[in-house]
């Protein structure tokens, strides 16, 4: 079955890096776009990226832009989110989820999170 | 961006009765609306897409409609286990945004 697995969260101080990772499993990864979904505590879903199959078209949130990039390793499976000069704002659960494209772009698969903690 | 605002943001309800919940865009979005259940401390779970398309695996309780920048999510039954957050996402074009939820909970 589909599989999505996040690592890589942590806590970080103000202005730091980490980088996510997703590793996916029981689909043709290379066929498929990928996002990145986050959850601020006790707040709703935003979106941050998403990047199409081949890696080539990357979207970012304006919350983001400049400070994360989105990227993949197909030939790994893997999808990766490297986030620098991190905010307070940034402490979020991050989920990566398996792009369906159907007349628009939908989550259908999603990992169960990793969190991020921004905080000196 | 678009925006997207759901109503009501909670709603208090018995098993078995039929729930309601409203999604209203910004600006049209055609049918590219899907509707996404989470439950405290998991990920969201994809119910329906393109507006009115059940997701495999989710049961027919569950029924959504509309076009253009007006989305329903029906559940025409209440179970125990659809006892969660309902979040709405439109689909149609960058940047994907949500609206804020509606919680469903147990009266």
């Known amino acids: 079955q589909v599989q999505l697995v996040e690592s890589g969260g942590g806590v970080v101080q103000p202005g730091g890096s980490l980088r996510l990772s997703c590793a996916t499993s029981?689909?043709?990864?290379?066929?498929?776009?990928m996002h990145w979904v986050r959850q601020a505590p006790g707040k709703g879903l935003e979106w941050v990226a998403l990047?199409?199959?081949?890696?080539?078209?990357?979207y970012y949130a304006d919350s983001v832009k400049g400070r994360f990039t989105i990227s993949r390793d197909n030939s790994n499976n893997t999808l990766y989110l490297q986030m620098n000069s991190l905010r307070r704002e940034d402490t979020a659960v991050y989920y990566c989820?398996?792009?369906?494209?159907?007349?628009?772009?939908?989550?259908?698969?999603w990992g169960k999170g990793t969190t991020v903690t921004v905080s000196s | 961006d678009i925006q997207m605002t759901q109503s009501p943001s909670s709603v208090s309800a018995s098993v078995g009765d039929r729930v309601t919940i409203t999604c209203r865009a910004s600006?049209?979005?055609?049918?590219?609306l899907a509707w996404y259940q989470q439950k405290p401390g998991k990920a969201p779970k994809l119910l329906i897409y393109?507006?009115?398309t059940l997701q495999s695996g989710v049961p027919s309780r569950f029924r959504g409609s509309g076009s253009g920048t007006d989305f329903t999510l029906t559940i025409s039954s209440l179970q125990p286990e659809d006892f969660a957050t309902y979040y709405c996402?439109?689909?149609?074009?960058?940047?994907?945004?949500f609206g804020q939820g509606t919680k469903v909970e147990i009266k």
């Open positions: 393109v507006a009115s």
């Open positions: 600006q049209g979005v055609s049918s590219s």
């Open positions: 029981g689909f043709t990864f290379n066929n498929y776009g």
């Open positions: 989820a398996k792009e369906r494209y159907i007349s628009g772009s939908y989550m259908d698969v």
């Open positions: 996402q439109q689909a149609n074009s960058f940047p994907w945004t």
């Open positions: 990047i199409r199959s081949d890696g080539n078209i990357k």
